[in-house]
């Protein structure tokens, strides 16, 4: 355990440019006209902030400082700005505050001729410094401020392109299903802040000194319990793109590259695991459980639906999609540190593939098509260095030995492991779908990727040749990155995960912690359904054989992946279109009944137009009509004694008189 | 000297400015915005003096909270020789309408500025204006019942000309609509002063004085014994004791203004007809006019009434967020669907109302006072469309970021901070508000816990609806129905409406605590009073009317 | 002595067929002719009681209603007299220009 | 017999020791004749004259009203004279001021000196209905305001105004007989004319009921509430602007304060309650249907007639609430009453004056003629009962008084007259709303400007004013009404 | 009087001129033919006279005939014929609302009867004494009536004189007017 100290300001203040340095360059390229100077300033300032982070780290790595101050006061209860710097957020940092400087520097090319260059950088900016905010805040509130930012950014990067069709609708579309998961952020939030008065994590880690279980003081219900984990798990859901709400993150492919590489990639998708893993004592049981089935669930519908993508960036996005699913699923298993790690070695290695993707996208994009893997092909000597690039970053996402995806998984596949045998000792229920899908997804994994880079690279090029080399904006970034998931990044050993980034954490694994299982039976066992996967697609789609049996699993299963298990029908049924009616009907309600409460009475009435006509002839219109109506008739009520004759005047009054008398008996 | 008579000078600088006018002949009309502009540039430096003065440490409820006290005799009615009428004219503020007068000052100087180019009768329009910045500014400052409901109701008729004479199509339909509707609710809230007048009376010993005093209905022992009002009364109507009734009705009467969903279809047409500044004016303030009356005047005199009608006003605050998203969420007029958009907004200050914690109260306060900027900027960019193309409909307009990129980051900011994105000060009002109502929904279940669930749902469907709009309008390729309109970026003058509001929102949001310190003190004494004396006068009312 | 019920009976008669005469005659002089004989009933009743009242008081009020009767029918004649002229008739449901 | 004699001499020297205090109804029966006479000697047209020598003696009356000591029995007490009814004396004569001061129209009343005479008798008939305690004179003074309003119904000599004469005198006529006939009833079960005996006797007995109704049904003719309010529009669509002014306020007041007085007479508690009772249920429906049937007028005339209907439903809450405070409400209601109505017909006047009868025709007048709109806007708000004006107070007033007894005597029906009253300024508001609405939103149709003298500015401007210092200054006016705590210590 | 059963002359005229009144008006009522209206009107005033002669009033009794008989019914009559024109045929005067006057009348007429014979208090009748009662003791009814007017209805002398000179002028000028203004 390691012990938190609070610090004063003096300590932390070259934290504080970490954000505020992005910010920086988000105003200069918001207020200076110059794009080329944003583009520069902003490469300038994720380099000065990668070396601010390096810096931080090292004269921090292995404490746990937490600074706070007050943001301001309701009532009795103030609001913190706090940071938070363990080494959790350290690392954080330092995986962002790299991929933030190589996507910029690979940016700087492949922007180039974009005239909205200095939005771009400062969308960028914008972006890093609500990430950053993520990373280091020390509140849940804080958190949730910067979580909102950071899909408010993703909204302005995925519509960047915003006069074209498909963008603007991609990040509506995004930020609608972030808001969805906000919103039970938000109820997980008011939980915690009804039973636990503050929202600073090392307080509520302290409340929790057992995982999942309360202090007996704080008087939190099993029920309440379980609605705040759940709640802030659909936050998570939301920006980590998990079932059922993980639709936003493919159409968000409508966004530049680079941003995918970065956003959609490494890190805002990864807060959502960043934030789990944050609040991973505060999660019981139940919405553990709850959490790794709906890993478990999107990493192999995620995979599933990659399968027969034709887009090369939708591949790689369901691959995020499912890669996710693993995290989170990891996390429900209770091991958060093996989410950790593969939110890390997945950062680079799949932020490499999008670069990748980006610079073959960039070569092509004179093409009519330049993001459809069947219009590709042989591009390996075109573009070597994107080859390269490409071919270790897959190998490290499909978990072969040698590249840290290997390490990552197999921390995660144990973990599972251990939590199945563990839990699933009164008997095999549904919980085995999850290591069942873990497994299932680490072969699928494989298939769909040597599908892409046998169909991107090999074969014969569909496209016309060119001279064009690739950019060293473009090489250095992607070959660095590609670089970071060799196993000596992590481990000396390729093949056991001997690794710092396995004991950041404060706390480890929720259940028992002695390997049940060997590990490297198990790193054979997911290697092999790795190799078996690459070596299907080689059959498929490089050596061309069993087309036939292809073409009838593609007609059995093409339709339910390529349009992700429908779930986009799904929703729309389930959600969009009956909202879409329910406006539809409430508007009408609100025009035909609650402004015009009258309607049926006026309906009725042939005179109501004629009535009406003293204001407004045409006016369909409401309570107004209502009293007008009412009165309007009534006032010819008044009106009908007056018939100018006088002996009928008699007659009326003497009623009233008789009446008035009959009354008084 | 001027810190001793600064609320009046609030008031009355611009109605005599407003008179004034009336006296400067036609050929010099190019003077008449000058002055007014001028006017109202003198009302925010005296509101910032205000602020300057403000002690916002000081607590309390009631008579101890208020600063800036004017009290004196104004009417003086003697009935016979043992009792009388006593009208002051009381001014002062506190921590529940300091933001209010700040938020007033701000919105009528923006509110100039966009009437700029109103054209036809410069006269009448400034005067009227003018006339309307006094009693807004007398409505959040006055103390005494009857300057309130003078000010309430004085309210009504430059409104009433303003929307009826620069109007829209159906001007007059609207405005004549507007009048009648928030005429009823004020026929409520009469029919309660008459009642509380009656029954208050000032502890003075000699003769009875009947007191419009505000600060006096707050306190029980100042009710005549027996009268129908008084806690101690055993009358009741139709089974609800007087207080309550007393409550509902002004509860109705401000609910009306707010507005609350029933009740709400003045607003959408009053809004679509009214020419942009009044539109300004109208949702910047008048709407929170209803809510300053809620806890000015209904939950101070009758906090029993929080506690019976508790619940249904969460709901009806919940009906109106959900409501007035999936409504607005159906307009094809961009100036209804931010009319729409109000109604929704609104919603949440009634639930955070309804909570009765000090988070919701303070969030539904800060709620008034961020919606009264953003809904500022939102009437603005309707006009700045409509100003263009005497055009409002969503379906005629495509891509208009491309033409007027400028004008298109205002929007985005403006919708942003409508949707409730942190970093404006949207966000933080409604999380106040919902948390407020959460833990209130925990704590006193004076509202249940659906509520601010549903609301939280309201955020989604509030994103909905104005994303939805960013998208048709402003993204995509650039195309409009009328080839023959043009669409310059926003003018430099657009530019001073917009810039200020837009860092005002930004830094609300970056720093609530300018506002929430000013009424933190207050509406923790308030909170206390309505809760301890609400609990206390509840028992008491239902033993007594047993 | 008469009892003084059955004076009272017969002046309620009489005014209640004044009334009919007033309110089911079209000719306006006959309406006159109603509400004279709806005086007439009061003055009866007056003039009853004051049977026992040594000053009589009842008997003044009926002087005064028979004159002020008369100055009420010289001035309907002459106004029935202008509107015949106007409107070339006396029936009074032809008379009305004015409702609504 | 000698001893008959003195008694008869000290009877008489009792009787006319209160002609001094009919100074200013001598004024007015002087004013009377004398404008006779001169009609009949001068046959000039000398309406400049006329109308001076009316002044004059208004002048007089109202000198002689503060000159006569104002309070005891007079005649054998068959009048009350008290601060009440000098209260409304002037109002009187306020209004008759007014009424001579109207802008002159293209058939010019004041040329004819029966025009004066006419109205020098309805004021005195008024004057004699404020202070009459006796049935008798009560009779007489209404037939003397109701005569003189037949003939000046007619008095503009067209069509219509004849017609409307009729239909008023024979309403008239029959409204003033059934009231006979309940005061013949009222005189046999009580044995006197003197109204307080009558009232303050052992009430038992449906007829005794009866014949009370019966009187006020002729009270209520001259009120014009409901159900004896039909001739109203009739009677003011066709009468001239001026003498409707009068007539909606002069016997409508007048008849207000003898209803004041009969009411407070009854000593029987119950029969009290039941009567106030039946004249609440009569003000709110003569509310509603004043209210109601305005909507759809389009002559501004035949709206005011509405309106009046539904303000003597409005007045009468003076007379149901009877207190202190009720009554002080009451006068002040009056007097604002007076003067809004009198702005609003001078106002009309002066549209007849350019040929504008309709409310349509009124079209862009106050757009034009700011003080017309502007003053046109002042008196709508007024009437209806809207800040900052003095309708909003005397409403304010009227209303704080009836809760208060409501409080205090806890009738329900106290409470519906509350509600119900208060409901119906917002019916109000529509058509009151619509002649500023008319002629501030609309555009003129006309391109003549309207023909607006000074001087009628400069009467429009002062009512206005009055109007809105009766609100601002509310007080002014009714802590003069605080001394009248005469009213009931005149009841044994 | 609990005499009812004492048939006096009294009672017997007092029956004979009511029901003869009743049954002219109730002539009138349903006659169709103007001036035989008049004059059963005349028969009603008659009765009506006759009943005041016998009730102690002969004073209002003759007034009735001279005023009544004398003077209205004449101006009546002028009326009649000063606005029908007279064409050879009987004046003739429709009739109209049969049913609801009938209807209100009918009720009206049925609630005072139900009161007057219901509990109405006539028995205690006891007037209370306006002017000293040895004033009038001695005197006919036509001297108590001369000084009353002179005495305690003075005032109402007076204000009768103006309003007869109200109605003059009034009629006077309503009909003789000259003066044309436009319609």
């Known amino acids: 355990m390691i012990v938190i100290e609070t610090v004063h300001i003096d300590q932390m203040w070259l934290v504080f440019l970490i954000p505020m340095l992005p910010l920086l360059a988000f105003l200069v390229a918001v207020f200076l006209k110059n794009k080329d100077f944003a583009a520069l300033f902003s490469t300038v300032v994720s380099a000065a902030v990668f070396f601010v982070a390096v810096e931080v780290i090292i004269s921090h790595y292995g404490s746990a400082l937490y600074y706070s101050m007050p943001w301001f006061t309701v009532g009795k209860f103030t609001y913190n700005v706090g940071i938070l710097l363990d080494k959790l957020s350290l690392v954080m940092i330092g995986v962002v505050s790299l991929i933030a400087l190589l996507v910029n520097v690979f940016s700087l090319e492949y922007m180039k001729h974009d005239e909205a260059k200095g939005r771009y950088f400062s969308f960028l900016g914008l972006f890093a410094f609500s990430m950053y905010g993520i990373v280091l805040s020390s509140n849940l509130f804080l958190t949730f401020v910067f979580w909102e930012l950071v899909g408010f950014s993703s909204y302005l990067l995925i519509g960047f392109w915003f006069q074209n069709e498909e963008p603007p609708k991609a990040s509506f579309k995004a930020f609608i299903v972030n808001r969805v998961g906000d919103a039970g952020f938000l109820i997980g939030l008011f939980v915690v802040f009804v039973f636990f008065h503050s929202f600073e994590l090392p307080y509520l880690w302290n409340e929790f000194s057992e995982f999942g279980k309360p202090d007996a003081s704080i008087g939190i219900s099993k029920g309440w319990l379980m609605v705040m984990g759940l709640g802030l798990f659909l936050g998570a859901m939301g920006k980590s793109a998990q079932f059922p709400l993980q639709t936003w993150l493919p159409d968000a492919m409508a966004g530049p590259t680079p941003v995918s590489a970065l956003i959609h990639a490494a890190t805002m998708v990864a807060a959502g695991v960043f934030m789990l893993v944050r609040v991973f004592p505060l999660l019981s049981i139940p919405v553990l459980d709850v959490i790794a089935i709906i890993g478990a669930l999107t990493a192999f519908m995620g995979a599933f639906a990659a399968f027969s993508q034709n887009d090369i960036k939708k591949v790689l996005a369901f691959s995020t999609v499912s890669q996710l699913g693993y995290m989170v699923m990891s996390i429900g298993v209770g091991s958060p540190d093996a989410a950790f790690f593969h939110l890390v070695t997945h950062a680079f290695f799949k932020a490499s593939l999008f670069l990748c993707a980006g610079s073959v996208i960039h070569y092509l994009h004179h093409e009519n098509d330049p993001q459809n893997m069947y219009k590709m092909g042989g591009l390996r000597k075109y573009i070597p260095f994107t080859f390269i690039a490409y071919t270790i970053s897959m190998l490290a996402l499909c978990g072969l030995p040698f590249f840290s995806g290997y390490f990552s998984k197999e921390a995660i596949l144990s973990g599972v492991l251990e939590w199945i045998t563990y839990s699933s000792m009164g008997g095999i229920g549904w919980k085995v779908l999850v290591p069942l899908f873990a497994f299932i997804s680490v072969f699928m994994t494989a298939a769909y990727m040597g599908r892409q880079y046998f169909l991107v690279f090999f074969g014969k090029p569909k496209w016309t040749a060119r001279k064009q080399k690739e950019s060293w904006y473009v090489a250095i970034p992607i070959l660095l990155l590609a670089s970071l998931s060799f196993w000596f990044v992590y481990s000396l050993s390729p093949f056991h995960a001997d690794t710092f980034l396995l004991e950041i954490l404060r706390y480890k694994g929720s259940v028992g912690s002695e390997h049940l299982i060997n590990p490297v039976i198990l790193g054979m066992v997911s290697s092999s359904l790795a190799i078996l996967g690459l070596f299907v697609s080689y059959l498929l789609f490089y050596k061309k054989k069993a087309q036939h049996f292809l073409n009838k699993i593609h007609e059995l299963l093409g339709g339910l992946s390529a349009s992700n298990w429908y779930l986009d029908g799904v929703h729309s049924i389930l959600i969009v279109q009956p909202v879409m009616k329910l406006r539809m009907y409430v508007s009408h309600f609100d025009r035909k009944y609650v402004d015009g409460l009258v309607n049926g009475i006026g309906v009725l009435n042939v005179v109501v137009s004629q009535i009406l006509g003293w204001f407004d002839k045409y006016m369909v219109d409401g309570v107004i009509k209502l009293i007008t109506v009412i009165s309007g008739n009534l006032g010819n009520v008044a009106r009908s004694f007056q018939n100018g004759r006088i002996q009928m005047y008699f007659v009326w009054a003497v009623l009233g008189i008789v009446l008035v008398l009959i009354v008084l008996f | 000297m001027i810190e001793n008579h600064l609320l009046s000078l609030l008031i009355f600088i611009p109605l005599i400015a407003g008179v004034v006018l009336l006296f400067i002949p036609e050929t010099s009309s190019g003077l008449y915005k000058w002055i007014t502009l001028g006017t109202l540039v003198v009302e925010l430096i005296l509101t910032l003096i205000l602020l300057s003065g403000f002690d916002a440490s000081q607590a309390g409820i009631g008579n101890e909270s208020l600063q800036f006290v004017e009290k004196m005799d104004w009417i003086n009615l003697s009935i016979g020789s043992t009792s009388a009428i006593s009208i002051q004219y009381y001014l002062g503020v506190d921590g529940l309408s300091i933001s209010m007068v700040l938020l007033s000052a701000i919105v009528l100087l923006i509110g100039v500025i966009s009437s700029w180019n109103i054209k036809e009768n410069l006269k009448g329009y400034f005067s009227l204006y003018l006339i309307l910045t006094a009693s807004v500014f007398g409505c959040f400052l006055a103390l005494d019942f009857f300057l309130f409901f003078l000010f309430f109701e004085f309210m009504l008729l430059p409104m009433y000309f303003l929307i009826g004479l620069w109007g829209g199509v159906r001007r007059e339909y609207a405005s004549i609509k507007f009048y009648l509707y928030t005429l009823v609710g004020s026929i409520f809230i009469l029919i309660v002063m008459i009642a509380l007048s009656i029954s208050v009376i000032t502890p003075d010993p000699e003769i009875d004085i009947h007191s419009f005093d505000l600060m006096l209905m707050m306190d029980n022992a100042n009710f005549i014994p027996d009268s129908v009002l008084s806690i101690s009364s055993s009358d009741t109507l139709l089974g609800l004791s007087y207080r309550l009734w007393a409550f509902l009705f002004v509860l109705i009467g401000f609910a009306i203004k707010l507005p609350a969903v029933p009740i709400h279809t003045w607003l959408p047409d009053a809004h679509v007809e009214a020419p942009t500044p009044i539109s300004v004016v109208l949702a910047g303030i008048l709407l929170k006019i209803g809510g300053y009356g809620f806890y000015r005047i209904a939950y101070s005199i009758f906090p029993e009434g929080a506690y019976y009608f508790g619940w249904w006003i969460g709901l009806f605050g919940i009906i109106a967020i959900i409501y007035g998203a999936l409504v607005a969420m159906a307009q094809s007029d961009l100036k209804r669907l931010i009319a729409y958009s109000s109604v929704s907004h609104m919603g949440f200050v009634m639930l955070g109302l309804a909570a009765i914690t000090t988070q919701s109260i303070s969030g539904s306060i800060f709620q008034m006072f961020s919606h009264g900027l953003i809904s500022v900027a939102l009437f603005l960019i309707t006009g700045v469309i409509y100003d263009r193309t005497k055009d409002r409909e969503i379906s005629n307009y495509s891509g208009l970021a491309a033409a007027m990129p400028y004008f298109t980051v205002i929007v985005l900011i403006t919708f942003f901070a409508s949707l409730g994105l942190p970093g404006f000060s949207g966000f933080i009002a409604e999380f106040l508000v919902l948390a407020g109502a959460f833990d209130g929904a925990m704590s006193s279940e004076v509202i249940a816990i659906f509520m601010p669930i549903v609301g939280v749902l309201g955020l989604v469907l509030g994103a909905a609806y104005f994303l939805w709009t960013l998208q048709r309008m402003f993204f995509g390729k650039y195309w409009i129905k009328n080839e023959e309109w043009t669409l310059p970026d926003l003018t430099t003058r657009e530019y001073i409406m917009f810039v200020p509001l837009v860092v005002m929102i930004f830094a609300f949001g970056i720093f609530p605590g300018l506002i929430l310190d000013l009424s933190n003190e207050t509406i923790m004494s308030f909170v206390e009073f309505v809760q301890e004396q609400g609990k206390q006068n509840m028992t008491l009312i239902l033993e007594n009317t047993k | 002595m008469i009892p003084i019920e059955h004076y009272l009976l017969f002046s309620a008669a009489l005014f209640i067929l004044g009334l009919l005469i007033a309110i089911v005659k079209q000719n306006a002089m006959m309406v006159l002719v109603g509400i004279e004989l709806i005086l007439n009933a009061a003055n009866i009743n007056f003039v009853a009681f004051s049977q026992n009242d040594p000053n009589l008081s009842g008997q003044m009020f009926s002087l005064f209603v028979i004159v002020v009767a008369v100055a009420e029918s010289a001035v309907a004649l002459a106004i029935i007299y202008k509107v015949y002229q106007h409107y070339s008739t006396s029936d009074l449901d032809e008379v009305n220009q004015l409702n609504g | 017999m000698g001893v008959t004699n003195q008694v008869l001499t000290e009877k008489l020297n009792e009787v006319f020791g209160g002609v001094a205090h009919l100074l200013p109804e001598l004024c007015l029966v002087s004013g009377a004749l004398v404008i006779l006479i001169l009609e009949l000697v001068l046959k000039k047209d000398t309406w400049k004259l006329k109308t001076g020598l009316s002044v004059v003696f208004i002048a007089l009356a109202f000198g002689s009203l503060f000159i006569v000591e104002s309070s005891g029995l007079l005649f054998g007490s068959v009048l009350i004279a008290d601060e009440l009814s000098f209260t409304f004396q002037v109002i009187f004569l306020f209004t008759f001021l007014i009424s001579m001061i109207f802008p002159s129209q293209k058939w010019e009343l004041r040329k004819m000196g029966e025009y004066h005479f006419l109205i020098f008798c309805l004021v005195l008939g008024a004057f004699l209905m404020v202070k009459s305690k006796n049935l008798l004179i009560f009779y007489l003074a209404l037939e003397l305001i109701s005569i003189s309003s037949y003939i000046l119904t007619s008095i503009g000599f067209n069509k219509k105004g004849f017609e409307a004469g009729i239909k008023y005198l024979l309403f008239g006529a029959l409204a003033s007989g059934v009231m006979l006939y309940g005061m013949s009833l009222l005189y046999g079960l009580s044995g006197s004319l003197d109204l307080l005996v009558i009232l303050s006797g052992q009430m038992d007995g449906q007829l005794h009921l009866i014949a009370v109704f019966l009187l006020v049904v002729g009270v209520l003719f001259k009120l014009s509430l409901v159900p004896m309010h039909i001739w109203t529009p009739d009677v003011y669509e066709a009468a001239p602007v001026s003498v409707v002014a009068v007539f909606s306020v002069i016997p409508k007041l007048a008849a207000l304060v003898f209803l004041f007085r009969t009411v407070s007479f009854i000593s029987d508690d119950s029969v009290q309650i039941m009567v106030v009772q039946i004249i609440s249920w009569l003000a709110v429906i003569s509310m509603f249907i004043g209210n109601l049937g305005a909507i759809w007028q389009n002559n501004a005339k035949r709206m005011m007639a509405y309106s009046s209907i539904a303000h003597a439903g409005f007045l009468v809450i003076g007379v149901i609430v009877q207190s202190e405070f009720g009554l002080q409400s009451v006068i002040f209601y009056s007097v604002v009453y007076s003067l809004m109505n009198l702005g609003v017909f001078y106002l009309i006047a002066c549209m007849e004056k350019n040929d504008l009868y309709q409310i349509t025709d009124y079209r862009g007048v106050g757009k034009i003629i700011p003080v017309v709109g502007i003053s046109m806007v002042v008196f709508m708000i007024s009437l209806t009962g809207l800040p900052p004006t003095g309708g909003f107070s005397a409403k304010f007033l009227l209303f704080s008084a009836l809760w208060s007894t409501y409080e205090t005597s806890q009738l329900s029906f106290l409470l519906w007259l509350f509600i119900f009253g208060l409901i119906n300024t917002v019916i109000a508001l529509f058509y009151y709303l619509k002649i500023p609405y008319m002629s501030i939103f609309k555009t003129q149709i006309k391109q003549s400007v309207p023909n607006i003298t000074l001087k009628n500015k400069i009467v429009l401007a002062l009512i206005s004013f009055l109007i809105l210092v009766l609100f601002f200054k509310a007080d002014l006016l009714f802590d003069l009404t605080n001394k009248y705590s005469f009213v009931f210590s005149i009841l044994p | ?183």
């Open chain 5, 1 to 183: 009087m609990d005499s009812i059963t004492e048939i006096s002359l009294n009672a017997i005229a007092f029956y004979f001129l009511a029901g003869m009144s009743i049954s002219s008006g109730l002539m009138i009522l349903f006659s169709k033919n103007i001036v035989r209206s008049i004059f059963l009107l005349v028969v009603v005033f008659l009765g009506v006279a006759g009943i005041y002669m016998i009730s102690n009033a002969e004073f209002v009794a003759v007034t009735q005939v001279l005023v009544y008989v004398g003077g209205i019914l004449i101006l009546l009559m002028f009326g009649i014929m000063l606005t029908n024109r007279i064409e050879g045929q009987a004046l003739s005067v429709n009739h109209k609302r049969f049913l609801p006057a009938v209807l209100v009348g009918g009720l009206l007429f049925y609630i005072l009867v139900t009161s007057i014979t219901g509990d109405a208090n006539f028995h205690q009748f006891n007037p209370k004494t306006e002017i000293p009662g040895d004033i009038t003791s001695g005197f006919s009814n036509t001297q108590v009536i001369g000084i009353n007017l002179m005495t305690n209805q003075i005032l109402a002398l007076e204000v009768t004189a103006v309003l007869l000179l109200v109605a003059l002028v009034g009629a006077a000028f309503i009909v003789g007017n000259k003066l044309k203004p436009e319609e």
